[in-house]
């Protein structure tokens, strides 16, 4: 069973940054790609960020510069470094994975607030 725990978010000033941690218990973590989503109430769950195994990274055009995705797989944990936040990034931020078979695996989730 894969388990997903995000921690880090929190309340922030406009322009402050916060780290997103997410602990994985997987079994191969390493070979696992895993994503960063954010939902906003009443909108979508929209992709923040996304890491291969073999370390492509891709961000949304919304946090290009500002937001860097990384993993340690010594440590099976995946972060989000968040930057120069805006009130826009006001979100729900979710920890998503795959498994081998292609089961997807979401976090409970960390509420991230940035006060304007």
């Known amino acids: 069973q894969v388990q997903l725990v995000e921690s880090g978010g929190g309340l922030v000033q406009a322009g402050g940054s916060l780290r997103l941690s997410c602990a994985a218990s997987?079994?191969?973590?390493?070979?696992?790609?895993f994503n960063w989503y954010r939902q906003a109430p009443g909108m979508q769950r929209e992709l923040v960020a996304g890491?291969?195994?073999?370390?492509?990274?891709n961000y949304a055009d919304s946090v290009k510069g500002r937001f860097t995705i990384s993993r340690d797989n010594a440590k099976n944990t995946v972060y989000l470094q968040m930057n120069s936040l805006k009130a826009e990034d006001t979100a729900v931020y979710y920890c998503?994975?795959?498994?081998?078979?292609?089961?997807?695996?979401w976090g409970q989730g960390t509420q991230v607030t940035v006060s304007s």
């Open positions: 998503h994975t795959r498994s081998a078979l292609g089961r997807a695996y």
């Open positions: 997987i079994r191969i973590f390493a070979m696992n790609t």
């Open positions: 890491i291969t195994g073999g370390g492509t990274i």
